[in-house]
């Protein structure tokens, strides 16, 4: 439409009193357009109106062929087997699963009669459970009965099954109720256990445990036991464990573990974390009886005292973890790593305490050496020096992993930042590195580390490095510069950058493990372990 002209377009839009007699002029000319202004409302409110009806009528026509095309979706032509698969799919995978309406597959049931009916129909939703202890009698009979109904639907299958008793809580709070008969039910299940885990149990409730014998448990693949925080459970009794099929175990807070009647010789992946650590030389003994361990982690400490141990050959072993912890019987040294045989160790990780002497690990690296991840947990001081000299060790690392950072000066940065004066960087494989709890590296050396392995730095060409894919940092501390954003195109390119600042927190008495209620991160044990997933595990 042609914009309209005015005679009066000078005095638009200014502050201007038009005479009398423009006025007048100023009337005469707005007769025609007000008219035909009110024309096109009336009309606007006229098709407005049968906009509104034919909506309305559309809208009717829509809740009767909306219905009718639903009949008609793919997906409900889709054959049973088809949607049990995608409803097994949609379980947990890192977990057991827990009873709440908001994961499968008790999510699945709400969903309509048919998903209801397929769901309860499929025993492998039912395979998996985990169950916290509550802490009134009522819920616990609810539970149980609700664990008896879950576990009769999963059928003939495998189970794998985790209980939960709450961490020890003040006196004034409300203590778990006696969960007796929750464990004798999950005991009637024992012959379908195929992996089994129970965190902080109480000594004095084991005794459905210990009635059990290895024909009970014919197909038990793995078992986890977290002793209770205020006493020594002796679980000896707990014959089961000798079963044949048994092949992954994971104890804490357990005292004599040697005394367990387990076939070790079976047993690819192993777990121990005693109340008192082994002594260097029980840790060679029982290594020995393990000849076929895959992954392995235990405490020790002492030296090796008993000259007629023979070195222990692991042709197997790939994952290795090690806690060198100082006590009465001294700090371990060197000697246990050397009596070490492990040609195929891949990845190894090594603890320290504030009094240990060192990274004694390293007759573990030989020329030879094939390790492609290191994780060092740093207490205490150490020289940067011991650590730039073990990574000199591994030159095909692919991982790095470091909790702690008061062991690493400004030469630990230098030696890992390719530049034009350095031009044989450390560890020029690596391309995942997980930094824990440092507290004193700074966000601008970070970035520099971070941009120079990541080829924002571009240097000479006979600077070979591998570009990193992965970078997770924790630092105990408050944020000192974002360095977010001079990272951004690496991060468009595909690094995996995590940065969580987490200032000291104060603690909150009676938190307990809240964790649990929301579901579990199962333990090294259950699979081949990665004890480097998750900043958690620090």
């Known amino acids: 439409m042609q914009a309209m002209q005015s005679p009066f377009a000078a005095m638009l839009h200014t502050n201007a009193v038009p005479s009398d007699a423009e006025r007048q002029r100023i009337q005469e000319l707005l007769a025609g357009p007000q008219m035909e202004a009110a024309h096109l409302a009336s009309e606007i409110k006229r098709l407005q109106a049968m906009v509104g009806e034919l909506a309305e009528k559309r809208g009717h026509l829509n809740d009767f062929i909306d219905p009718h095309v639903a009949l008609l979706s793919p997906a409900r032509r889709l054959p049973q087997d088809v949607m049990e698969e995608i409803f097994v799919a949609a ?23 048919t998903w209801r009916a397929i769901a309860l129909s499929t025993p492998r939703l039912w395979g998996s459970l985990h169950v916290v202890v509550p802490k009134n009698i009522s819920a616990l009979s609810r539970i149980n009965g609700a664990t008896i109904t879950w576990l009769s639907r999963s059928g003939v299958l495998p189970l794998s099954i985790s209980l939960v008793y709450p961490l020890p809580s003040p006196p004034w709070e409300p203590q778990p109720a006696d969960f007796s008969t929750l464990l004798q039910t999950l005991v009637r299940y024992s012959s379908r256990w195929s992996r089994v885990r129970f965190d902080y149990i109480p000594y004095s409730f084991i005794s459905p445990l210990a009635a059990l014998s290895p024909a009970d448990v014919p197909i038990l693949k793995t078992f986890v036991f977290e002793g ?69 982690s235990l405490q020790v400490v002492g030296v090796t005292a008993d000259a007629s141990l023979m070195s222990c050959r692991m042709e197997q072993l790939r994952q290795f973890s090690v806690a060198g912890v100082t006590g009465q019987l001294g700090s371990l040294n060197t000697d246990f790593f050397e009596r070490l045989d492990l040609p195929n160790l891949r990845s190894l990780e090594y603890t320290t305490t504030p009094e240990s002497p060192g990274l004694i690990f390293t007759p573990l690296l030989g ?25 000199r060790l591994v030159p095909a690392l692919r991982e790095l992993v ?66 990193l894919e992965k970078v997770h940092v924790q630092l105990k501390r408050s944020i000192q510069v974002d360095i977010v954003p001079a990272l951004e195109r690496v991060i468009g390119d595909g690094l995996d950058l995590i940065l969580r600042y987490e200032p000291p927190a104060v603690h909150v008495p009676g938190q307990g493990n809240a964790a649990y209620t929301q579901g579990e991160r199962l333990s090294d044990s259950w699979d081949a372990p990665d004890f480097s997933d998750d900043f958690s595990d620090y």
């Open 91 to 113: 379980l947990p995978s890192d977990r057991n699963a827990i009873m709440s309406s908001a994961e499968s597959p008790l999510l699945l049931c709400h969903v309509c009669r």
């Open 228 to 296: 209770d925080f205020s006493q020594m459970a002796d679980i000896s009794s707990v014959v089961f464990l000798g079963t044949a099929s048994l092949h992954s175990l994971s104890i804490r807070r357990i005292g004599m573990i040697t005394s367990l009647p387990i076939s070790w010789n079976r047993l690819r992946h192993l777990s121990l974390a005693d109340r008192f650590p082994f002594h260097a030389d029980a840790a060679l003994r029982l290594l020995r009886q393990c000849p076929n361990l895959e992954t392995c």
């Open 402 to 467: 470091i909790c702690y950072d008061s062991s690493l000066g400004p030469e630990f940065w230098t030696a890992l930042i390719p530049s034009s004066q350095n031009t044989r960087t450390l560890c020029p494989e690596l391309r995942i590195v997980k930094f824990v709890k440092f507290k004193a590296t700074p966000d601008s050396v970070l970035l520099e580390f971070i941009q120079a392995r990541t080829g924002e730095f571009h240097f000479e060409r006979d600077i070979q490095v591998t570009r």
């Open 367 to 391: 020329p030879e050496n094939l390790l492609q991840c290191l994780c060092f947990r740093l207490a205490g001081q150490l020289p940067s020096e011991g650590v730039l000299q073990v990574l």
